[in-house]
């Protein structure tokens, strides 16, 4: 099993930037790919961003290419979700997630309790 923890969500205005962090525990060589997901209020979850944990390759949804940027540290099996030039449409709560397969934006078993991030306008 593995356990995932989430940080850094917060209240911003319109323009900033937040960095959130999610730390892995447990059975982390299981993991292949580690991504990020958001829930908007009335809404359902929708992919955000993914990495491979081995290679470092990465994969963003459209609405935030260019203004994302997913990242880990292996060492500290940490992955992390730098957030720029966040829009109000950017408020949810973040979903941190785990993956034994392949799928960039599907498929994960492992998740975390999610982190509220709020932009105002």
């Known amino acids: 099993q593995v356990h995932l923890v989430e940080s850094g969500g917060g209240l911003v205005q319109a323009g900033g930037s937040l960095r959130l962090s999610c730390a892995a525990s447990?059975?982390?060589?299981?993991?292949?790919?580690m991504g990020w997901f958001r829930q908007a209020p009335g809404k359902e979850r929708e992919f955000v961003a993914a990495i491979r944990w081995g290679s470092g390759s990465t994969y963003y949804a459209d609405s935030v290419k260019g203004r994302f940027t997913i990242s880990r540290d292996n060492a500290k099996n940490t992955e992390y979700l730098q957030m720029n030039s966040l829009k109000p449409e950017d408020t949810a709560v973040y979903y941190c997630a785990g993956s034994r397969g392949g799928a960039w934006s599907s498929g994960y078993q492992y998740w975390g309790q999610g982190t509220q991030v709020t932009v105002s306008s």
């Open positions: 447990g059975r982390t060589s299981s993991i292949y790919n």
